[in-house]
């Protein structure tokens, strides 16, 4: 019937013996990739000249110096939270209560601030906002507010435009999970708006809210982007843009790179433990035969003009003044001019492939990198999910497989530059017997562990939309493990696989804080290509590259996107 | 309480779900709106506590206009002092069901004797037991029974049931059938009742309308509407119908397998014998229409006979053909 289920003894005795390799090949492989950079952070954090130096790193830790940086983190990422709940919070209200929800095209553009690298956003800005910046080309009268935006303040604002929609989607599905009967009922015993939302909405969302708040508080502090640009212009240190330094500026001081990332750790697991508490104790189980669809009789005429208004001011700060200042800058001529009919031009998009190879070199690099991370990523994802749902398990998951699961899911868990330094640390010990470190090999390497998460997560919600019946309809059709594996699970699982992928591809192509951290000496990526001509080169040109870099992108991802719709359709 | 529609519609993207309904609810009745899934009962419901907005049309409770498309008058479900029980009950997680009780007249800002007043109708529905829980603690009849209190605790003069038993199980449903009903006349409210299930409507109301595809068809007491059915919905849609020809038919139990004097005799054809209990159903085929009869003894399928039915009990349809 099938060649894997017939063939030779020989090739049935390879496939035990894979088998019995693999169960020890994974567990070791994530140990190599995952485990060891982490330990490796904690024994330099806390082992100096071979001694255990717990006192040593305290202190150095509440040195003035990082004690305020730790509190700008801090404060940072907690004013973040607060922003991007205020920009959030009032959207979702409007496109799940009222007639902004039948607008489906609303979700795609709100997620467009969040697709966007927080660092071209950042840029966009500053481009904007600076002294004889776009806004004072445009409003000359605007002279002066470039001191207010370039603080804390201005800070704050980019970093909540590029998070917010984060809040928003998790806001907005909490809304709509919440049966539309429970604000009926108030509003039938006599509550009005005010106190069907203090009363019933709020107290019904706040678990919801505290995991989303988390979130974003999170990945404030683990961001990068935003604070190498525009955080250095106003001095504003926060942890990544420290542990950066450390192990980049000389003197380069790996031991206070580490000990940085140790606290940064420490910080983000008790959040997480956090999160969890929360999110264990604050659920509701929410009583009643389920979900129905949210009656839209929502707002007034007044209240809809509003939400449009709203709606319309978040946008054209998000995506309207970074996006505008990325496209003209990327075609002017000449800066000095500035805007005026006649001074622009196509050159500088010809100028990235035709003054020197750097550029067309640096978008070699990021398609090579993301074709190749997206694409061992998603192997070894595929791989450990299958590991975890296997028989006879029955597609629960055993103890091993959790510790597994959890070990591959840190990478997202963890500030992405934690785990880059660890990976530095680590390959750079063992740079004597496999020499990969200051090679291409250590990035493809670092950006598969980065963003293995992704894969793992997509697949395993393809897998468990799969219901077990129908594997184990094929075993009783005769089909041994490895043939249901080809002919069923693996087609099966084929749409979340390639949907991992494509986010991978994406989220990689663009990567700064690894390729700023480990790329070998006079390689270029996309984004830090972008980065060195912005901070000193043409910054034209580094526009015009992160434009290429926002197209491809998005493009690609509609592209894919477009060749998965009929798969999906033949398969429902 | 008087409830009065005059020509409410509504539509929802762009399809009729209500055509033109008048309709008058009156005071201290029990009102049931019986029809099959997707009707528009539901809908008439909500438009009367104002959940939905009709698109034309009046609506009154006794003299006071609740809802006018002409006058721009649409007033807040909060403002009509219904009581409402939904099909999943709503009942807030995070409150108790003490609290879920006092919500309304919390809202209400009635704060004198708010204690006393959600004990007593916590009594009511024999719960004052469990007025420190939450709902998720209770079970499916205790929390249908929280809906209740919580309709109740305002003294509406009016309550709406949105099929509240259609979340229990089959035994539940009917005693809850019978404290609802025992509960509602005692407090001599006016309620409105929302079901699919005939059985439900039959038993409980004292006035039936038969909606079908946003339509009344029938709006009557129950027995008239069992006896008398205006449309061949009506006809089959409440209790078993017997078709002779398009415009004649008869219940079950008007007939007999035995002969009857002045009766007329038909012949049919035995299908199958099912056994209830108390009696046989049978399932018997008469030209292009099914019967089903009652008969103490099984038939054999295939077997022929006659079927005897006194004139005065032919039903004949007047109005409209489906």
Redesign the interface.
């Given at each position: 019937m099938n060649s894997a289920s017939n063939g030779p003894a020989v090739v049935q005795l390879l496939v035990k013996g894979l088998k019995r390799l693999s169960r020890f090949l994974l567990p070791a492989l994530l140990i190599g990739l995952i485990i060891c950079p982490l330990l490796t952070i904690l024994l330099r954090a806390l082992v100096r000249d071979g001694h255990l130096a717990l006192n040593q790193a305290l202190t150095e830790l509440l040195t003035s110096q990082h004690a305020q940086m730790i509190g700008n983190s801090l404060l940072l990422a907690a004013l973040v939270v607060i922003v991007s709940t205020i920009l959030a919070a009032p959207i979702a209200y409007f496109m799940t209560r009222s007639s902004l929800a039948r607008h489906h095209w609303l979700d795609i553009i709100l997620l467009i601030p969040f697709m966007t690298p927080p660092y071209i956003g950042a840029m966009g800005w500053i481009l904007f906002m600076q002294k004889r910046g776009l806004l004072q080309q445009l409003l000359p009268g605007a002279a002066g507010l470039e001191t207010c935006f370039f603080s804390l303040g201005g800070l704050v604002l980019v970093m909540s435009l590029h998070v917010f929609p984060f809040m928003l989607t998790m806001l907005k599905n909490a809304l709509l999970n919440l049966p539309s009967g429970f604000e009926e009922a108030a509003a039938i015993s006599g509550a009005g708006f005010g106190r069907r939302l203090r009363k019933v909405v709020l107290p019904l969302l706040s678990g919801n809210y505290a995991i989303g708040a988390l979130l974003v508080f999170v990945k404030t502090l683990s961001e990068y982007g935003t604070p190498a640009t525009l955080g250095q212009r106003i001095g504003f240190e926060v942890f990544t843009t420290d542990i950066h330094r450390y192990a980049t500026v000389a003197p380069v001081d790996f031991a206070q790179a580490a000990n940085l990332s140790f606290a940064l750790i420490g910080i983000c697991l008790i959040l997480w433990m956090l999160q969890s508490w929360i999110s264990r104790r604050h659920q509701y189980q929410l009583v009643g035969s389920g979900v129905r669809a949210q009656s839209q009789r929502g707002l007034s005429r007044r209240g809809t003009v509003f939400a449009w208004i709203y709606l319309s001011l978040v946008l054209l700060l998000a995506i309207g003044i970074p996006y505008f200042s990325i496209l003209t800058t990327s075609f002017i001529k000449l800066r000095g001019y500035g805007l005026r009919a006649g001074n622009f031009t196509w050159q500088h998009y010809q100028d990235l492939f035709t003054a020197n190879t750097k550029g067309r070199q640096a978008l070699i690099n990021s398609v090579g990198l993301a074709l190749s991370s997206a694409t061992l990523a998603s192997i070894l994802g595929t791989a450990i999910v299958l590991r975890l749902r296997r028989k006879p398990s029955g597609g629960r998951v055993d103890r091993g497989g959790r510790l597994l699961e959890a070990t591959a899911l840190l990478p997202e868990m963890l500030p992405g530059i934690v785990l880059v330094i660890g990976i530095m640390l680590f390959w750079n010990d063992l740079y004597r017997v496999i020499p990969l470190y200051n090679t291409l090999g250590i990035m493809v390497l670092a950006y598969t562990v980065l963003f293995l998460p992704y894969s793992v997560q997509y697949v395993s919600s393809a897998y468990s939309q799969l219901s077990p019946s129908l594997l184990a309809a094929a075993s009783v059709a005769g089909g041994r493990p490895a043939y249901v594996l080809r002919r069923i699970t693996l087609p099966l699982l084929f749409k979340g696989i390639l949907s991992g992928w494509m986010m991978i591809f994406m989220i990689a192509f663009r990567e700064l804080v690894t390729a700023s951290l480990i790329a070998p000496p006079d390689t270029l990526v996309v984004s830090t290509y972008i980065l060195r001509e912005f901070e000193q080169g043409s910054v034209s040109l580094g526009m015009a590259m992160a434009v290429l870099c926002v197209l491809f992108t998005t493009g690609s991802l509609l592209l894919l996107n477009r060749l998965l719709k009929p798969a999906g359709h033949r398969r429902s | 309480m008087n409830i009065y529609l005059k020509a409410v519609t509504k539509e929802f993207n762009h399809q009729v779900v209500i055509k033109s309904t008048t309709l008058e609810i009156q005071s201290g009745r029990f009102t049931t709106l019986l029809g099959p899934s997707g009707c528009g009962k539901t809908t008439l419901l909500?438009l009367i506590?104002?959940?939905?907005?009709a698109d034309q049309g009046e609506i009154y409770f006794d003299r006071q206009c609740m809802y006018s498309a002409s006058r721009h008058i649409n007033v807040?479900?909060?403002?009509?002092?219904?009581?409402?029980v939904?099909?999943?009950?709503?009942?807030?997680?995070?409150l108790t069901v003490f609290e879920n009780v006092a919500?309304?007249l919390r809202?209400?800002h009635c704060r004198q004797q708010l204690r006393e007043q959600v004990l007593q109708v916590l009594q009511a529905v024999r719960l004052e037991d469990c007025a420190r829980r939450y709902?998720?603690q209770l079970s499916g009849g205790q929390?249908q029974r929280v809906a209740f209190a919580?309709?109740l605790v305002?003294q509406p003069a009016c309550v709406l049931f949105d099929e509240p038993f259609?979340?229990l199980d089959a035994r539940l449903r009917e005693s809850m059938r019978l404290e609802l009903k025992a509960m509602v006349s005692r407090l001599g409210i006016t309620a409105v009742l929302v079901t699919h299930d005939q059985t439900e409507a039959m038993s409980m109301s004292d006035r039936i309308a038969v909606i079908s595809a946003g339509q009344i068809e029938q709006y009557d007491r129950p027995e008239v509407i069992y006896q008398a059915p205006l449309t061949p919905f009506s006809a089959r849609f409440v209790g078993l119908s017997n078709w002779i020809d398009d415009w004649h038919m008869f219940r079950p139990e008007n007939a007999s397998l035995r002969p009857l004097a002045e009766a007329r005799s038909f012949e049919v054809t035995i299908r199958s014998s099912q056994f209830l209990g108390s009696t046989y159903h049978i399932s018997t085929a008469f030209g292009r229409y099914n019967w089903s009869l009652f008969s103490d003894r099984r038939l054999a399928p295939g077997q022929t006979c006659s079927v005897y039915i006194k004139p005065q009990n032919i039903i004949r349809i007047e109005r409209g053909k489906e």
């Open positions: - | 909500r506590a104002g959940l939905e907005t807040p479900p909060e403002r009509r002092g219904l009581g409402f939904f099909q999943d009950f709503a009942l807030w997680p995070h919500f309304g809202a209400r709902p998720q929390q919580r309709a305002t259609s979340a």
